[in-house]
């Protein structure tokens, strides 16, 4: 079974995501099976030495009744789920990617606006439907255009140069690229499928970017500017980057707030621990944004909504937290209240009967460590896997689980 095999790939060494960042990257596999890529393949990829990530491999179909599909691969980064995934399309060899496509880039790099408005409710499926939808009003890819001058190992050929920013160098032999391709390939042991061939050898890209340039320069005088770089290397540089990925800039009236709250006078907390809290207070704002802070009883508290998918439908948790006058050192303690007509579900392993939640996070918390934006990320991981509510049952009937439930969080020694 898929759910069994893609545990077992989560479970593997070297990953760098925590146990629920895992829970929530599984149930958006399942999902993602069970409603669009059943033959859906993992895989894991190695990004420095000591760094891998998880890749899922698979199909979109799109167009009229799904008869068309393109293959994509889709890079868990350690942020996952509270950043988007890196998403690429692979398109035909006989094929190139359309020019000044609003979805994805010239490298196979997919911009699709859902990526870029990421957001905690966002998941596969959602991805998954934007991108069909998408690529069935506008194909991504083109049949480049030789008028039938080229062989389809030629073509081939001529496509690595598309792909990677040398249009002008095919076009400059006024359609006839044969002279130029047949140039570089001199320059190569014969070989049954030579594009293919330079595609999967390492560095075989560049290499063969570097003497199409120098072919074109020395046979035909013909000197180029410099290009985007290959699609392999656009690849492996976003994924070597991932560490440095910019943060979400906090709008100035946030910093403003935050400055107001922990400049109130009467605050309980130690002015040794208000520069954490002020980190801790702007990270949690730079990824939920909507959230609120308040001052009560000298204690500072946050409320607003925590969304979490199941079976990619989203649901919302209202949130209250207080930070206790010990916090960051002293752990929060969390319950969870059900609204009149729910009730917390039986046998729940992180949630008792009576509404506290005993997350492992909350246990080990280390003031060094822990902080607000873990907190919540664990919290909603588990309630995507095990929501924590039901409909009280009525004349005897048991109902589904609600669309909201209310949270409730406190900080103390």
């Not at 079974?1 to 960042?21: I, K």
């Not at 998880?54 to 009229?64: E, F, H, S, T, W």
């Not at 399309?89 to 609003?102: A, H, K, L, M, S």
């Not at 303690?333 to 009576?354: E, G, K, T």
């Amino acid at each position: 079974m898929f759910s069994n095999s893609a545990l077992e790939m989560l479970s593997s060494s070297g990953l760098p995501y925590d146990d629920y960042t895992k829970g929530f990257i599984l149930q958006h596999l399942l999902d993602l099976v069970l409603d669009f890529i059943p033959q859906l393949q993992l895989k894991i990829v190695p990004v420095t030495d000591s760094y891998n990530l998880l890749q899922a491999n698979g199909k979109i179909c799109y167009g009229d009744r799904n008869r068309y599909n393109i293959p994509v691969i889709i890079y868990f980064l350690e942020s996952y789920p509270r950043r988007p995934p890196n998403v690429w399309v692979n398109c035909p060899d006989d094929t190139i990617i359309r020019e000044c496509d609003q979805c994805v880039a010239s490298s196979g790099e997919v911009t699709h606006p859902y990526l870029r408005d990421w957001c905690q409710s966002s998941n596969l499926v959602y991805l998954v439907m934007q991108l069909s939808d998408a690529f069935s009003r506008k194909e991504p890819f083109a049949v480049p255009n030789f008028d039938g001058r080229l062989s389809l190992e030629k073509t081939k050929l001529a496509k690595i140069l598309i792909d990677n920013g040398l249009n002008a160098l095919l076009w400059a032999f006024n359609g006839d690229p044969n002279p130029l391709i047949d140039q570089i390939t001199c320059r190569y042991p014969r070989h049954p499928d030579l594009a293919s061939h330079i595609k999967t050898k390492d560095g075989g890209v560049e290499a063969f970017i570097k003497i199409a340039k120098d072919t074109a320069r020395k046979k035909f005088g013909i000197q180029l500017p410099g290009t985007h770089g290959c699609r392999q290397a656009d690849q492996m540089s976003s994924l070597h980057s991932i560490h440095d990925l910019p943060q979400q800039e906090i709008p100035p009236a946030v910093n403003i707030r935050i400055s107001n709250l922990l400049s109130r006078q009467g605050l309980l907390y130690d002015d040794s621990t208000k520069e954490s809290i002020r980190q801790h207070l702007f990270d949690l704002l730079r990824d939920y944004p909507w959230l609120e802070g308040h001052v009560n009883d000298n204690l500072i508290n946050v409320d607003g909504v925590i969304p979490y998918s199941v079976h990619g439908k989203i649901y919302s948790v209202p949130v209250i937290i207080w930070l206790h006058e010990s916090y960051p050192v002293g752990r929060p303690r969390v319950w969870v209240d059900s609204p009149n007509n729910h009730v917390i579900m039986q046998n729940l392993v992180y949630v008792a009967p009576s509404g506290m939640v005993c997350l492992p996070y909350l246990q080990n918390w280390d003031r060094f460590k822990s902080n607000l934006v873990g907190l919540i990320s664990h919290l909603s991981a588990e309630f995507t896997c095990q929501p924590p509510f039901t409909t009280r049952p009525r004349y005897g009937m048991s109902s589904l689980s609600p669309e909201f439930c209310i949270l409730y969080v406190f900080v103390y020694a």
